[in-house]
């Protein structure tokens, strides 16, 4: 990596942020809620990159994100807790050795999280992305599904359907902003060489890819395997930020999210899907406003329950109509994008 006035400048940005909102945290300059939704904008941009790695740079739809994310999730909440605590917990089937003995430091788990995830992938990966399309697709789905309903019936792991809870919250405001600064870092430094070249020359033509040489297989599975590993990642940050997780949080609707962050960023961008994962992590916390009753003093109005689903669906649709291509499209946002719009102005 060169160290190159751009670089400096991204490195000395990152450090900035990153002492900004230590500050914010340790001296709560902001209330708990806010903090709440930052972290949650942080996770949700790494799954966000994870998915537009496999989707938007390979080609390859993928609907299994939820399985993986629970993977990274419950791996993560099984390395964090204290034997005791699942001694105590595991109440359907008593917890079977090694699980209840083992425990970690926080950052061993999620990657413990993300490996394990990448694993799964990589079983997966052999013989499902064979198929393309809408076929991959179903095949994803069905994955994550089995994954939800092997975490159900295993009790002596998993504890079931009543889910994990008290798990240590050490998903800091910080650390979230770590791991998301680490996937768009590792993401960027592959997908801005002869790797990113080569997946995209797979995502628009197959044909002319194998013609030249490529290893269509080889390069899909990797790609597939790396999404999962950050979609671990996320998922175990998100069951600490939470403290409680169980398997119908893991259903189609998550996935439906992470892909819906995607594509209104811009598929096949980075920087779109961090805008993406933002705006509409924000939007959706907003919209809970609709559900809730509102009093204006003289007359109040009654919540509607399930509106704000219904309220987003239509952002969503308006997005795909007038602005198909995302807030980003393909391109990034740089600094030579900041020194272009200057001398526009100029």
Known sequence: ?????????????????????????????????QIYIVKLIFINAILALSLNLIYGFTGLFSLGHAGFMAIGAYVGALCTLLPEQKEMMWILDPIIWPFSVLSTPFWVAVLAGGVVAMIFAFIIAVPVLRLGDDYLGIATLGFAEIIRV?????????????????????????????????????????????????????RDNEIAANVM????????????????????????LLGSHLSTIDPKMFNFLLTFNVLMFVVAGGLGSLTGSLLGAGVIT?????????????????????GIPGMRM??????????????????????????????????KKA
């Not at 952002?315 to 007038?322: E, P, Q």
């Not at 807030?327 to 994008?337: A, D, K, Q, S, Y």
């Open 150 to 202: 092997f975490i159900v019936n295993l009790a002596s792991v998993t504890n079931g359907s009543l889910g994990i809870k008290g798990i240590p919250g050490e998903a800091t405001l910080l650390t979230c902003y770590v791991w998301m600064i680490i996937t768009l870092v590792v993401l960027a430094r592959l997908l801005f060489g002869n790797f990113g070249n080569v997946l995209r020359c797979i």
């Open 282 to 302: 924000v939007l959706l916390e907003w919209l809970r406003a609709i559900e809730e009753p509102m009093d204006f003093g003289l007359f109040e109005i009654p």
């Open 213 to 236: 040489g490529i290893n269509i297989f080889s390069y899909k599975v990797l790609s597939f395997c790396l999404g999962a590993f950050f979609a671990g990642v996320g998922g175990a």
């Open 310 to 343: 219904v309220v987003f669906s239509l952002v969503l649709l308006l997005i795909i109509l007038f602005r198909r291509e995302g807030i980003m499209g393909t391109r990034e946002l740089t600094w030579r994008t900041f020194r272009n719009l200057g001398r």
């Open 1 to 33: 990596m060169r160290l190159n006035l751009t670089t400096l400048a991204n490195i000395l940005l990152i450090l900035l942020v990153g002492g900004g909102l230590w500050l914010v945290e340790r001296h709560e300059l902001i209330g708990e809620y």
